[in-house]
Every structure is written in structure tokens, then in C-alpha cells.
């Protein structure tokens, strides 16, 4: 008898131990996938997920399937918010949100959306922080300005869809961080922000203007804002955009047609080795006429090499 419940009560024990591990595995996987769905992609510790060549984590941008999903019951909150052209808006509370974990982008129908995650640390927060959008007219451009983030998880992203065509996340002059939004056409624009977890969406439809927009010349480690490429300039002449150039040097040169270079110029942006680093110089120019090339990058000290990018400009 005593052999009988010896037994019974071993093989209770060992149910209890298994149910344990069984319970302590699926809490394990439903935090990975958690983690998954805040960045948009896989859960990696931010060791495994840095990038090698800047040591900066690039999560996975999300597909619009699992925007949609994420962002159950944004349409109908933000149904009823029109589309407008204005060049501010503002809004958020506190200043608890330091991080910008993603920024994903999707298509719906005739308007595209794109959701700036926000974090405190590498934790999603609960509140959209402080932020300021900026529409410079005929620019499309929409900045997004974020002042309480000092690190982000993703620097830039190329999407997919007819309107938006980039996005870059760039440390600002005046501290905190902000992401530029570059659209192929001119746009209207609505916000809508939603909690627990942050998230500042975005929504933005054509104006149903004909004239496309001239996009910044971009290259592997410069992004040339101002002027864009084919402009009319005259002086002074400002030049803006934002690099990952080594030391972060930046030399702006303007040459004219004869290959002359009628002024040089070397500015630092505010960052280089984390993200992307912004950069700003107004120049002033000599008379000339006709053609010329704004260059901007790098040039070798030793054999005079340039890396960068070359912009066709004509005096005004």
C-alpha cells in the first residue's frame, strides 16, 4: 500500500514538473513574438541584430500586412480626420520616449501609411512623446521632429510604394532626433497617434498635382537635401543634407562648366558613426553663369579621390 502511493505521488511530482516546462516554453516564445511585432521583424537581442558596417540595430521594416494587423483600429480612428496641406502640426505629451524602435510603411488603397514605433530604451513606450511635423511647400518633404529621442534602431529605409520613396532618421542640430520623409509627388498628410504600444502614424495621399517632385541626390554615405539636383541657385547659396562620412567631413564644392571650382567649403555634421548626422552651410558664391556641378562628400588628402555625390545646378 505504502509502495502504491509512493509511486503515485512520484508520478503526480513528474506531471507537475512536466506542465512547468511546458508553460515556461510557450512564455518564452510569446515573448520573442512579441518582440517580433514591435520591431516589425524577428526578435534578436541587439547584439545579434547591429549592423557590422556602423553598428547601428536594423530591424526588419514591417509589410503592410502586419501594419494592418498592428494598427487594429487606426483606419476607424483616424476615418474621420481629413487630409491637409499645412506646413505645422504638433502634438505628443512628455518626454518619456527616447527611441525610435522602426519606422514601417504600407499601402491603402489611395493613401499610404507610415508608423514611427517609439521606445524607452529598447522597451516599446506607452506614450507618443512630444513631436513637431514640418511641410516645406513644393518640397516633398515632410520632417517629423522628435526632441526627446537620442537613439533609434533603424537609420533609413527605401519603400515600395507610388508615393513615398524614403525615409531617414537623422540626429538634429538642435538636439533629438527627426525623421525625413521623402514623397515623389505632393501630398497631403494626417496624424494620428496611438498608445500602449507609442506609435506616431502617418498617413499621406497625392494632391493631385501634376508636377513631380525632384528628389535629394543620395549617395552611400551622403544624402544631399538642398539643392536638388538640376536647381536654379544664386547667392548665397545654402546647402543641407546629411552624412555618414568618415570624421564627419563634408567638402562642398561648386565647379562651372569649364571645370573651374569657383568655391570649396568644409562643414562637419553632428554625428557620423551611429546614424546619420546633419549637416548645413550658406555659401557664397561668385558671379557665374550658366551650368555648373555641386559636388559634396569626401576627398582623399593623399591622391585627391572624391566620394560622394554630383549635382547639376544652373545660376539663376
Known amino acids: 500500500m505504502r509502495r502504491t502511493s509512493a509511486l503515485l505521488l512520484l508520478s503526480l511530482l513528474a506531471a507537475v514538473l512536466l506542465s512547468s516546462c511546458l508553460h515556461a516554453g510557450q512564455a518564452v516564445q510569446s515573448a520573442k513574438a512579441s518582440a517580433g511585432a514591435v520591431s516589425g521583424g524577428s526578435a534578436e537581442s541587439p547584439e545579434e541584430d547591429r549592423s557590422g558596417a556602423r553598428g547601428v540595430p536594423e530591424p526588419t521594416a514591417g509589410a503592410a500586412s502586419e501594419i494592418e494587423g498592428d494598427l487594429a483600429g487606426a483606419?476607424?480612428?483616424?476615418?474621420?480626420?481629413?487630409?491637409?496641406?499645412?506646413?505645422?502640426?504638433?502634438?505628443?505629451?512628455?518626454?518619456?520616449?527616447?527611441?525610435?524602435?522602426?519606422?514601417?510603411?504600407?499601402?491603402?488603397?489611395?493613401?499610404?501609411?507610415?508608423?514611427?514605433?517609439?521606445?524607452?530604451?529598447?522597451?516599446?513606450?506607452?506614450?507618443?512623446?512630444?513631436?513637431?511635423?514640418?511641410?516645406?511647400?513644393?518640397?516633398?518633404?515632410?520632417?517629423?521632429?522628435?526632441?526627446?529621442?537620442?537613439?533609434?534602431?533603424?537609420?533609413?529605409?527605401?519603400?515600395?510604394?507610388?508615393?513615398?520613396?524614403?525615409?531617414?532618421?537623422?540626429?538634429?542640430?538642435?538636439?533629438?532626433m527627426f525623421v525625413d520623409f521623402f514623397a515623389r509627388e505632393a501630398f497631403l498628410y494626417r496624424v494620428l497617434e496611438l498608445e500602449d504600444p507609442a506609435r506616431l502614424v502617418i498617413d499621406l495621399e497625392p494632391a493631385g498635382e501634376d508636377p513631380k517632385v525632384s528628389l535629394p541626390a543620395k549617395g552611400e554615405n551622403t544624402v544631399l537635401v538642398e539643392p536638388r539636383p538640376r536647381a536654379r541657385i544664386s547667392d548665397p547659396v545654402t546647402v543641407s543634407g546629411y552624412s555618414r562620412n568618415r570624421e564627419a567631413a563634408n567638402t562642398i564644392t561648386l565647379i562651372d562648366s569649364h571645370g573651374k571650382a569657383l568655391v570649396r567649403r568644409t562643414v562637419r555634421s553632428n554625428d557620423w558613426s551611429h546614424t546619420w548626422g546633419y549637416f548645413e552651410a550658406t555659401l557664397d558664391l561668385p558671379p557665374f553663369s550658366g551650368k555648373g556641378t555641386l559636388k559634396v562628400g569626401t576627398e582623399g588628402a593623399h591622391n585627391g579621390t572624391f566620394e560622394g555625390i554630383k549635382v547639376p545646378v544652373r545660376a539663376r
Open 75 to 176: 483606419a476607424e480612428a483616424s476615418s474621420g480626420v481629413p487630409f491637409v496641406a499645412e506646413t505645422r502640426a504638433s502634438g505628443g505629451s512628455g518626454y518619456d520616449a527616447d527611441t525610435v524602435l522602426a519606422v514601417r510603411h504600407g499601402v491603402y488603397g489611395d493613401y499610404e501609411r507610415a508608423v514611427i514605433d517609439l521606445g524607452t530604451g529598447w522597451e516599446p513606450a506607452a506614450i507618443v512623446p512630444v513631436w513637431t511635423l514640418v511641410r516645406p511647400e513644393e518640397s516633398g518633404l515632410l520632417r517629423a521632429s522628435l526632441p526627446s529621442t537620442s537613439a533609434t534602431r533603424v537609420s533609413d529605409g527605401e519603400f515600395s510604394g507610388g508615393l513615398l520613396e524614403s525615409c531617414y532618421i537623422v540626429q538634429a542640430p538642435e538636439g533629438g
